[in-house]
């Protein structure tokens, strides 16, 4: 069975620090692009952030987390992360990994395989 398992996030102030995993179970992440994902209540799922399979570099998608927010690959562990930095609460969302076989495409149905979501608070 092919999962993503989150874990990490929960509270911070603004201004603070989070880091969020995503270890792959089933599948090698190393073989994907591992985007993520995040969503508000009443809103649409919103991409932030992709990095490309191997060796291959990452994609911004929300121009908000520029300059703060920032992925990375630990193949020995099958696990990304989400390093955020200088949070605000308008980053307060539940977040999700996902995986794509082919590529940062932009398009969350193009991602097969989703973690559970994991709640960011970001709140003084």
């Known amino acids: 069975q092919l999962q993503l398992v989150q874990s990490g996030g929960n509270l911070a102030q603004p201004g603070g620090s989070l880091r969020l995993s995503c270890e792959g179970s089933?599948?090698?992440?190393?073989?994907?692009?591992i985007g993520w994902f995040r969503q508000v209540p009443g809103k649409e799922r919103e991409g932030v952030l992709c990095i490309e399979s191997f060796s291959g570099g990452s994609t911004v998608y929300a121009d908000s987390v520029k300059g703060r927010f920032t992925m990375s690959r630990d193949n020995a562990k099958n696990t990304v992360f989400l390093q955020m930095n200088v949070l605000k609460p308008e980053d307060t969302a539940v977040y999700f990994c996902?995986?794509?076989?082919?590529?940062?495409?932009?398009?969350?149905?193009?991602?097969?395989?989703w973690g559970q979501g994991t709640q960011v608070t970001v709140s003084s």
């Open positions: 996902a995986a794509a076989p082919i590529g940062c495409s932009g398009s969350a149905g193009d991602f097969t395989s």
């Open positions: 089933g599948l090698i992440l190393n073989y994907y692009a």
